[in-house]
């Protein structure tokens, strides 16, 4: 530990023995094998460093940085605060989906409640530069709705785009479709306007002509369908880059 190392020098030998016990007892009893360079940065490097790199306000890339802040990320990934994307992982079939799952949330808590010890520095992993982006140029809005809409037509379905100026607690969009189906599409949940993005499907989704549209609380969005030309770009870019 580096500041221990500094305190050391700094009152010399004779009297680091109690020293170093206290600072252990005040801040480092650690009881948790998680730790910051084998489980926490590979979390931090996918979900987090795209907006709290090395040159932002609040950078978690190093130990270092990462330390002070332990607390204050646990409160942020268990409210779901952070990151800021603003829908449960697992409820309709996102692409790209940046939601931190259940399991690494609890990582984070545990890791940080067992001490959030550093590690073997040896074993931080090659952190590759986050991408992300959620690419909005591919599709279009298609059709809005007030909470609740029933399709006059078939839309073939690429994605939902919420139309909120306020921040949405919760709200679950789900299609239920003629034949009694029900589609989850997705759930916002601590959706914050400041952050907006669409969320586009894996695959589109067909849906048929009566299928009812709903979210759970009050909530104007758009369903996304693929934007007209866009097959005539992707050829375009193809023949380009070849
Ligand atoms: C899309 C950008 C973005 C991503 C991704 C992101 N953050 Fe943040 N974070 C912010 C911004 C902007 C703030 C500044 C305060 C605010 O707007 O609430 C912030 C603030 C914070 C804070 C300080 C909160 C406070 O006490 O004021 C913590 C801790 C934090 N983020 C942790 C994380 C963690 C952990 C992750 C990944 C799991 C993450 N963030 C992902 C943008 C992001």
């Given at each position: 530990m580096k500041y221990?190392?500094?305190?050391?020098?700094?009152?010399?030998?004779?009297?680091?023995v109690l020293p170093v016990a206290t600072s252990a007892a005040a801040h480092d009893i650690i009881t948790t094998n998680l730790t910051f360079t084998r489980d926490i940065s590979r979390i931090l490097a996918r979900h987090c460093i795209a907006c709290h790199g090395a040159e932002s306000s609040i950078p978690l890339v190093t130990y270092e940085q990462v330390r002070p802040w332990a607390v204050g990320i646990k409160e942020q990934v268990l409210t779901r605060r952070m990151p800021p994307w603003g829908a449960v992982k697992g409820f309709g079939d996102l692409t790209p989906d940046y939601?931190?799952?259940q399991e690494d949330i609890m990582i984070i808590a545990a890791w940080?409640?067992?001490?959030?010890?550093?590690?073997?520095?040896?074993?931080?992993?090659?952190?590759?530069?986050?991408?992300?982006?959620?690419?909005?140029?591919s599709v279009e809005d298609a059709l809005t709705i007030e909470t609740r809409n029933v399709l006059k037509e078939g839309l073939c379905v690429a994605?939902?785009?919420?139309l909120t100026d306020t921040v949405v607690d919760s709200a679950r969009v789900i299609a239920k479709l003629p034949d009694?189906?029900?589609?989850?599409?997705?759930?916002?949940?601590?959706?914050?306007?400041?952050?907006?993005?669409?969320?586009?499907?894996?695959?589109?989704l067909n849906l048929p002509k009566g299928t009812v549209i709903e979210s759970s609380a009050p909530l104007r969005?758009?369903?996304?369908?693929a934007a007209s030309g866009t097959d005539r770009r992707k050829r375009l870019s193809h023949t380009q880059g070849t």
């Open positions: 221990r190392a500094v305190f050391a020098r700094s009152i010399g030998w004779a009297a680091i939601g931190l799952g940080v409640i067992g001490g959030a010890p550093q590690g073997n520095p040896a074993l931080l992993p090659k952190l590759p530069a986050p991408a992300r982006t959620v690419s909005s140029s994605g939902v785009n919420p009694g189906r029900i589609e989850p599409l997705v759930w916002l949940y601590h959706f914050d306007p400041k952050y907006r993005h669409n969320f586009l499907f894996r695959r589109p969005f758009a369903l996304e369908t």
